[in-house]
């Protein structure tokens, strides 16, 4: 018995180590740029857009988001492809606008950051002058 009483305590004490281990071990995560083009949906996705509406309008008292996705995929499986055309053919038209704004996308990061980091500086400089011509600061009287 004096054995099974030591072990939770050493196992509270490794867990603890271990979960001060796993987040040093984490991957830092990227910030995630807001001006980066979302990815286009599907045809099926595009197919709920028009679905969800329809299915609010004819079920006006159901607030489940899941009986609406498992509806929306039913009518989906059962719909011919040519049924399905006309919603493959908007999800290619988002498809190529998408592809459209990722090379502009990433033309402008790969020009984008030295003209940025120009601007940036330039801007800081004269925030800066203006702050220094303006008012001035409490460090700038202590050393006239």
């Known amino acids: 018995m004096k ?8 196992t509270d004490a490794a867990l603890a180590v271990n979960k001060r281990g796993r ?5 830092e995560k990227k910030a995630k740029d807001p001006n980066k083009p979302k990815r286009p ?13 329809e299915y609010k309008e004819k079920h006006p008292q ?3 988001v899941s009986v609406v996705g498992k ?6 499986k059962s ?5 399905k055309a006309p919603y493959v053919e908007k999800a290619g038209k ?14 402008e990061q790969a020009d984008g950051p030295k003209a940025r980091e120009d601007d940036s500086e330039k ?20 050393d006239e």
Do not use: Q
């Open 71 to 76: 509806a929306a995929g039913d009518k989906w």
């Open 41 to 53: 949906p599907s045809a099926f996705f595009v197919f709920l857009e028009e679905f969800r509406k």
């Open 123 to 142: 801007s800081m400089s004269e925030v800066n002058n203006e702050e220094d011509g303006e008012g001035g600061s409490d460090e700038e009287e202590a």
């Open 79 to 83: 719909m011919s492809d040519e049924d």
């Open 3 to 10: 054995g099974a009483k030591s072990k939770p305590k050493s």
């Open 94 to 107: 988002r498809k190529a606008e998408y592809e459209k704004n990722m090379k502009a996308y990433n033309k």
């Open 62 to 64: 159901n607030k489940a």
């Open 23 to 27: 987040k040093s071990n984490k991957k």
